[in-house]
T-cell receptor, first 115, second 110 residues
């Protein structure tokens, strides 16, 4: 079974530039998550999709971050414009069900460096 | 405020030692507690705990949950250098929301 795929693996940009990340979850997984993990901290949930609808985006900085999952499968996360403090690893995860207690499977992450 | 706290934040031991990592939580509508191992990039799943007092075991790793005292421990016996990693505890609450602790960085010296 293929895992969660993410691209790119690394990205270096200058502040105020735009960047987009892509995630393809495990086939058949209804729920998709984007996390931000700053060095030395645990992952922080940015947004959670259930199929193509948003379940929770309460911690997404909506003035600069946006995400979509139009067909309920793959997803993109965009930052525009980027700030220095956005430097982090962006992790995508997916889970099969929509109820509580489902195990989430993580992709390899995209390491973003904003200069 | 919902939170997950892990301790210690960092731990250095010698190969062969036994370690115990701690995770305490305060959330509403608890559903489950997860342990992950993070080496280079993506966290990899270790255990999911939903019931108090039932030990989950996988090789040298084991974990148990206490829902009354709101904590979990992860034990690793006969540690090896390959166990060096960040161990993350996460709690699922409400409508499948997941909150992570800050992690414990474990270093196993040969």
């Amino acid at each position: 079974e293929a895992g969660v795929a993410q691209s790119p693996r690394y990205k270096i940009i200058e502040k105020r530039q735009s960047v987009a990340f892509w995630c393809n979850p495990i086939s058949g997984h209804a729920t998709l998550y984007w996390y931000q993990q700053i060095l030395g901290q645990g992952p922080k949930l940015l947004i959670q999709f259930q199929n193509n609808g948003v379940v929770d985006d309460s911690q997404l900085p909506k003035d600069r971050f946006s995400a979509e999952r139009l067909k309920g499968v793959d997803s993109t996360l965009k930052i525009q414009p980027a700030k220095l403090e956005d430097s982090a690893v962006y992790l995508c995860a997916s889970s099969f069900g929509t109820g509580g207690g489902e195990t989430q499977y993580f992709g390899p992450g995209t390491r973003l460096l904003v200069l | 405020e919902d939170k997950v706290v892990q301790s210690p934040l960092s731990l250095v031991v010698h190969e062969g030692d036994t370690v115990t990592l701690n995770c305490s939580y305060e959330v509403t509508n608890f559903r489950s507690l997860l342990w992950y191992k993070q080496e280079k990039k993506a966290p990899t799943f270790l255990f999911m705990l939903t019931s108090s007092g039932i030990e989950k075991k996988s090789g040298r790793l084991s974990s148990i949950l206490d829902k009354k005292e709101l904590f979990s421990i992860l034990n690793i016996t006969a540690t090896q250098t390959g166990d060096s990693a960040i161990y993350l505890c996460a709690v699922v609450w409400g409508a499948q929301k997941l909150v992570f602790g800050q992690g414990t960085r474990l270093t196993i010296n040969p």
